[in-house]
């Protein structure tokens, strides 16, 4: 049997220099990160007396386009890996099979690289602009880049340079945490009693798209009256740049006075369904999403694991989720609120159907279904599908 893979694919203005990659999105395990593996070829009447570079670069963006003036940008690019792939440095270093086959169809001005993305580095995240601003939305995102130069520092030339997008993604652990409750009690000066709201997640992950259901138990042993009650589902965003850089977003909401008003000595039970989707946000400027790659579409940012809390990377952007349940007891009353986090991601795809590759690479990118490699009634294709890309705008 032929099985066929899809293969990205950009090539420089000039048509001199091309990037294959098997795939776009690198998984984030925590504790390590994919290897990022492909191969460039490069025309063979363009070799002579050249260099070529490939590196991948990470670029922040932690402000808008618009509002760079005098020379003052608001963005940092990180060069996290450099090589020479031309002339090759290091003729003895192992490939993948990937890059064994594209090796095999492209020629002999095919030239292999691997970079290793630090375990540290933060994960693709877009902060979504507001319908009437424009340039590049800040967020953090991921490309490769290879070009002709003297040496890994020289400023490359656009017609002779080559940019390619790709992302750092994570997913959702396979193991589950504990069920969040929380009990919140308040009570009132010069007031007997108190009232007293229990908060309950029917689980701790959820996936997108899924449904949030929040059970809440109210007992109200005060003299007060809960007039109405809130719950809303936030999406806590972290900008590790500035000290003061946290702020939340409010992602779904529902609010209901059914059962309402609880009088003095009532209880009530009641359970709220929180739906949290970029749909019901699409116009709302400072929602984060998930790094965004051109022509496809994209949701809510997944929540940041993170194997050491107190090691953020200061060009990161961290996103977690939480649930808050607000009851209003009256201009006098005041409110009683508590708040219930939650992981909100996407779950890992099913490895059964990942072509095995020796890089260890999960190949959902190639988006049909497939079968083991190495398999006895499996023939190996050399006719991979290449998918062009438009150039993109480099940034000087």
Aim: with cysteine.
């Amino acid at each position: 049997m032929v099985v066929s893979f899809k293969v990205f694919k950009k090539t420089s203005p000039n048509g001199k220099i091309t990037i294959y990659l098997g795939k776009r999105d690198f998984v984030d395990h925590v504790t390590c990160v994919e290897p990022v593996d492909g191969v460039v070829v490069i025309d063979h009447d363009y070799l002579q007396d050249r260099k070529i570079f490939c590196q991948m670069v990470c670029s922040f963006r932690y402000g808008r386009e618009e509002d760079e003036v005098m020379g003052l940008k608001f963005q940092k690019d990180m060069y996290l890996a450099s090589e020479q792939v031309y002339p090759p440095q290091n003729k003895d270093k192992s490939s993948s099979k990937l890059q064994e086959r594209l090796l095999k169809k492209l020629g002999p001005n095919a030239f292999p690289f691997t970079f290793k993305m630090p375990a540290n580095a933060p994960s693709s995240v877009t902060i979504q602009p507001g319908p009437e601003d424009q340039g590049r939305p800040c967020g953090v995102d991921y490309f490769l880049k290879s070009f002709v130069g003297e040496n890994e520092n020289d400023r490359s030339h656009k017609r002779s340079t080559v940019s390619l997008g790709i992302r750092k993604i994570q997913y959702a652990p396979q193991k589950e945490g504990r069920q969040p409750c929380t009990i919140v009690r308040k009570d009132f000066l010069m007031s007997p009693g108190e009232l007293e709201l229990e908060a309950t997640l029917d689980k701790q992950l959820y996936h997108h798209g899924e449904r949030i259901a929040v059970n809440i138990s109210i007992r109200n042993n005060s003299n007060k009256t809960v007039k109405k009650i809130k719950a809303m589902s936030q999406q806590c965003i972290d900008v590790c740049i500035f000290a003061n850089g946290q702020y939340k977003a409010t992602v779904a909401s529902l609010e209901t006075q059914e059962g309402c008003p609880i009088n003095p000595g009532s209880s009530l039970q009641k359970v709220l369904y929180l739906q949290p989707t970029l749909s019901s946000n699409v116009d709302r400027r400072g929602v984060a999403l998930d790094g965004q790659l051109k022509r496809e579409d994209t949701n809510l940012a997944s929540t940041t694991l993170l194997a050491n809390p107190d090691q953020r990377d200061a060009f990161g952007i961290i996103v977690s989720y939480t649930v808050k349940v607000k009851l209003y007891l009256g201009a006098l009353g005041g409110e009683l609120s508590a708040e219930l986090p939650f992981i909100l991601m996407h779950p890992k795809p099913d490895g059964n159907k990942l072509i095995r590759e020796d890089s260890q690479a999960a190949v959902e990118t190639f988006r049909q279904d497939t079968i083991d490699m190495d398999g006895p009634n499996c023939k190996n294709s050399e006719d991979p599908v290449f998918e062009d890309f438009s150039r993109m705008k480099l940034q000087h």
